[in-house]
């Protein structure tokens, strides 16, 4: 990989993946070549993590491109500077991630983004679960964080939950007005992405 044209390489990647996507090409096998998944895995990344990535961009939703190379410039940071370019062994067993409607500090859906964060951080999301689901990006809309930003903080503040209640609501403060609701779609199979 060549570290100073990743995120141009990248944006390639990204956009010949929503062209495949505008030309039907919609199944995870046919979104990506040998070569691509071998710079997803040099940054850390799934293709499946990317694929919903494009999937929610191509049908108008966040995340976007920027938002996808921030976040996805985060995990690369963590996958290269903590574990040294190996990847964990282990993957998060769904059942075990906070409901949706958990509270922490009366924050609903807090305490299972942190647990997604934390998946995301690691590599070890399963292919069900995507960080930046519609009802993530609900939370980080009405709490005025960034997608990047707070996966940032939940790798600074490590274990310490306190450190990342309070940044968030030290960010709410500042938060935008009229938010938008936040977006789920039942997709083929009868998984729900929100």
């Not at 929610?56 to 370019?85: C, I, N, S, W």
């Not at 707070?150 to 503040?157: D, G, I, P, Q």
């Amino acid at each position: 990989m060549d570290n100073y044209q990743w995120p141009k390489q990248f944006r390639e990647l990204f956009d010949d993946a929503l062209q495949a996507f505008a030309d039907g090409k919609r199944d995870l096998g046919s979104l990506f070549d040998a070569e691509q998944g071998r710079f997803l895995d040099e940054l850390g990344a799934t293709p499946q993590e990317i694929f919903d990535f494009v999937e929610d961009t191509y049908h108008g939703q966040e995340p976007g491109f920027e938002t996808t190379l921030l976040v996805t410039a985060v995990r690369r940071d963590y996958f290269l500077t903590v574990q040294k370019g190996q990847r964990s062994s282990q993957i998060v067993n769904m059942d075990k991630l906070p409901p949706k409607a958990a509270q922490l500090a009366g924050i609903e859906w807090l305490p299972r983004i942190i647990a997604k964060a934390k998946a995301k951080l690691k590599g070890e999301m399963p292919p069900d679960l995507m960080y930046l689901c519609g009802g993530d990006c609900a939370f980080l809309r009405e709490h005025g964080l960034h997608a990047a930003d707070f996966l940032r903080e939940v790798w600074a503040a490590d274990e310490d939950t306190g450190r990342i209640l309070d940044f968030v609501r030290r960010h709410a403060a500042h938060r935008p007005a009229n938010l938008a609701a936040p977006v789920c779609r039942i997709l083929p199979g009868g998984r729900v992405k929100c």
